[in-house]
């Protein structure tokens, strides 16, 4: 059973920074895509970026995030990252950590077979 916990949410200014940390277990993911997700209230989840597990790992952010988010992993400790720097009110969601078992990256929230619980970023302005 794969299991995905989010973690590192919570409340930061405008122009700050937060660091998600998704730990993952269960099997082995060398040839599974990473991704991260929100949904803010009244909205639907939207792809936020995604990582391949293997290789060089390819990743692809949403147009949104791109220059000011950056996803990493550490294989070693079967943990994906989302380093979110300037931070903008908008940015406030839920986060969700999602696993794909394959090493093509999509974007589409049904590509994804496991998820984890979520963790909330609110951005204040």
């Known amino acids: 059973q794969v299991q995905l916990v989010e973690s590192g949410g919570g409340l930061v200014q405008a122009g700050g920074s937060l660091r998600l940390s998704c730990a993952a277990s269960g099997r082995t993911f060398s040839s599974y895509t990473m991704g991260w997700f929100r949904q803010a209230p009244g909205k639907e989840r939207e792809f936020v970026a995604a990582i391949s597990w293997n290789g060089g790992g390819s990743t692809y952010y949403a147009d949104s995030v791109k220059g000011r988010f950056t996803i990493s992993r550490d294989n070693a400790k079967n943990t994906v990252y989302l380093q979110m720097n300037s931070l903008k009110p908008e940015d406030t969601a839920v986060y969700y950590c999602?696993?794909?078992?394959?090493?093509?990256?999509?974007?589409?929230?049904?590509?994804?077979?496991?998820w984890g619980q979520g963790t909330q970023v609110t951005v204040s302005s």
């Open positions: 999602a696993a794909r078992p394959s090493i093509v990256i999509v974007t589409t929230s049904y590509g994804y077979d496991y």
